[in-house]
């Protein structure tokens, strides 16, 4: 089996707003055999830089577009391919761009050799360790504490036993900041309570937001600190009386490495569509070596849904997956098959690769670019 084409198509839907919402356009990579098999993949980043990298031309011998790699490959051999695009790319990867490219490649990869074996993904990671995990249900604050508690006890009433509200406006004000908190508790009862600061303040300033938070019995406090704060994450997860949750910025195994070998964390959050499953079943391994907690970050399509909840199936004490409801078509429409939780869990998949289906109406419908 050789690879004979890969793909890079960039879909965005109409009349993006300016939030903090990765839902609204995508890129996709599909990898595409000399025997009729194809494999899906997604990246969480700027589309039209993962397109450049993978359709770019030969520069030198380590700085290559990812198409000039793979071409005439066998897919089957995704580690040595991943180590092939990371040894070739030094110059423009290594821990962003580069890697966001390489992980929807490897997601890819991984759809196709399940195919090729008619086997789900997780079986090839491993094995799944739970049949099912308690989605909850990952939304944007509203405007203040009062419009929060709606937004909550409307997922509550949706099935979901657990919802998480992040970013703007929190960070505004203390005042802002406990209203929001306060409204969110308010609307959800006792059913589970996330929060997502992201990445508003100084460690002293989350630490304090932390001690006025833990009244409302959050499950976590995720991303109060800049992302490349981890001296910053080590004293504040020392410290805060609510569990520290970061990681879904990071790309790849390079990236999550001083989090993981400083502990800086109680929760680690892995994309998919920024480590690929070859790089996040070595995080994988890492987090549970230390006794630390996994979770997925998913905030895009059904395809990094579908490849989350095979991954987190694998991870041992899997225990919440995050369940992008942003009121998008391309949260809800990509694939024919809906890949949301139901009743609040979310089933893990028996169907070969990642068991999804691309809907190609929808791709032609809201395709802007394309790979030639």
Known sequence: MKITQVVCQILRIPNIQAKTASSQDSVLVRVRTDDGLEGVGEADSSPEGVKALVDAPFSHNIACGLRQLLVGENPLD????????????????????????????????????????????????????????????????????KE??????????AGYTAVKFGWEPMGTSEAVDIDLVKGA?????????LIDAGCVYDARTALRRAHAFAEYQPEWFEEPLREDDIDGYVWLRDRSPVPIAAGEGECGRESFRPLIDRRALDVYQVDLSRCGFTDAAYIRARVEEIGARLCNHCYTSPLTVAASIHWLSTCRDAFVFEDCVEDSPLRHELTLEKVQSVNGW????????????????????YLVAESK
């Not at 989605?135 to 604050?141: C, P």
């Not at 929060?148 to 009433?157: F, N, Q």
């Not at 979310?346 to 419908?365: A, I, S, W």
């Open 185 to 193: 508790r308010e609307g959800l009862g006792k059913n589970t309570l």
């Open 78 to 145: 995704h580690e040595r391919l991943w180590q092939k695009m990371y040894r070739r790319t030094m110059y423009f990867g290594r821990k962003a761009l580069g890697i966001t490219a390489m992980a929807a490649v490897d997601m890819a990869l991984w759809d196709l050799k399940g195919k090729a074996f008619n086997q789900p993904i997780h079986r090839l990671l491993g094995g799944k360790q739970h049949d099912r995990i308690r989605g909850y249900a990952s939304i944007l604050f509203g405007r203040d504490g």
């Open 148 to 157: 929060t508690a709606d937004i909550a006890r409307k997922w509550v009433a």
């Open 346 to 365: 979310m089933e893990v998949p028996d169907r070969p690769g990642l068991g999804v289906t691309l809907d190609e109406g929808f791709v032609k419908k």
